[in-house]
């Protein structure tokens, strides 16, 4: 392993293992006594059936990942008000926050090389793969920066460093879960998804090269969903756009179509915070399950405000559970280093 590499990995290790040795052996043993029972927690919860209490006694003490939050061409309306709904949910708002200015939303007028390599940026700092969400141009930049992690503008990503806003002198990271070096190419998000993005804006803008691959998802996601407003005139989608124009994977990645209803609006998509803090809108949304066959009816708000529930909701139950997917790995990792360190 190069020695820039090595300082790297041996920088990580030291922050997974480090505990709390400092403050003495019995405060070392009672730490290292918490650490496991709430390890023991995390790792008996089930990814997919995540309710409000398991989120906020259990998930909400464990690392989250970053998630890049990306808007539309004109933004009128940006995703800071989704953002803001994930941190009402129980998300960390902190891990929603750019981490050089703190902003919760970020243009979509940006080269998807860079979410790339930001992409990498994060993990090799925290362990977690980051998740990704755009609105509109914002979800075309997350097919465009998935499609960049499988090599579709060259075999080699320079990392991008977000908090300088400039490109690393690098094209690979050290995995800090396991020390071995890793490409940016190549890299595998856990999940992402696209919010009413659509054919029709693409032609308009000049972005002519995205609409043979607009529908293309690669391996370089694990999940992805793909939102539908029916009758969109922004994005140029009708009631049936799911089937006649679907994401569809190019190899094994699991993806998802769903059409939302035409009350939504292309534009006002982002605006969820103001379910969380309504107390029939939240229940519903924590009780949500996409796996159903027979979903119940949405509550019935007043003045319209249950519209964008359905992709509240279903979003949420992907984030908890991919942050719950992670958290669980970072455990195991960690507990394999610690096992490593004592052979």
């Known amino acids: 392993m190069p020695e820039p590499d090595r300082r790297r990995f041996c920088a990580a290790a030291l922050g997974l293992l480090a505990g709390r040795a400092a403050a003495g052996p019995a405060a070392a043993d009672a730490g290292a006594d918490a650490d496991a029972d709430a ?59 750019h981490p050089r200015d703190g902003a919760l939303t970020r243009s979509s007028r940006v080269d998807s ?11 090799e700092r925290d362990g977690l793969m980051p998740l990704l969400l755009g609105h509109s141009q914002g979800g075309m930049v997350v097919l465009q920066a998935l499609q960049d992690l499988a090599g579709a503008s060259g075999p080699r990503l320079p990392v991008w460093d977000p908090q300088r806003g400039a ?22 998000v856990p999940y992402a998804a696209a919010l009413a993005t659509g054919r029709t804006m693409r032609v308009l803008l000049g972005q002519w090269d995205m609409l043979p691959r607009l529908r293309s998802v690669p391996d370089t996601v694990a999940e992805f969903s793909g939102y539908f407003v029916a009758w969109d005139p922004i994005a140029g989608t009708g009631p049936d756009a799911a089937q006649r124009d679907p994401y ?7 993806v998802r179509n769903v059409m939302l209803p035409a009350s939504y609006g292309h534009l006002r998509l982002p605006l969820t915070e103001a379910l969380a803090a309504d107390p029939a809108a939240r229940a519903w949304i924590e009780g949500y399950d996409p796996a159903r066959e027979d979903p119940p009816r949405p509550p019935d708000l007043p003045g319209g405000e249950r519209d964008n529930i359905v992709h509240a909701a279903d979003i949420w139950h992907s984030v908890k559970a991919h942050w719950c997917r992670q958290a669980q790995r970072r455990v195991r990792a960690r507990a394999a280093m610690r096992s490593k360190a004592r052979s």
Do not use: C, K
């Open 39 to 97: 390890d023991a927690r995390l790792l008996a919860l089930d990814p997919v059936q995540l309710d409000a209490a398991a989120v906020r006694d259990v998930l909400a003490h464990a690392p989250a990942p970053r998630i890049l939050l990306l808007h539309g061409s004109v933004p009128l309306v940006t995703m800071a008000p989704f953002a803001r709904f994930l941190a009402a949910m129980g998300y960390p708002a902190e891990r929603l926050r």
């Open 113 to 123: 090389r860079e979410i790339a390599g930001t992409v990498a940026w994060h993990y």
């Open 167 to 188: 490109v690393e002198g690098r094209e690979a990271i050290v995995d800090p879960l396991d020390g071995t070096a890793r490409p940016v190419v190549g890299l595998q």
């Open 248 to 254: 569809r994977a190019t190899g094994r990645a699991r």
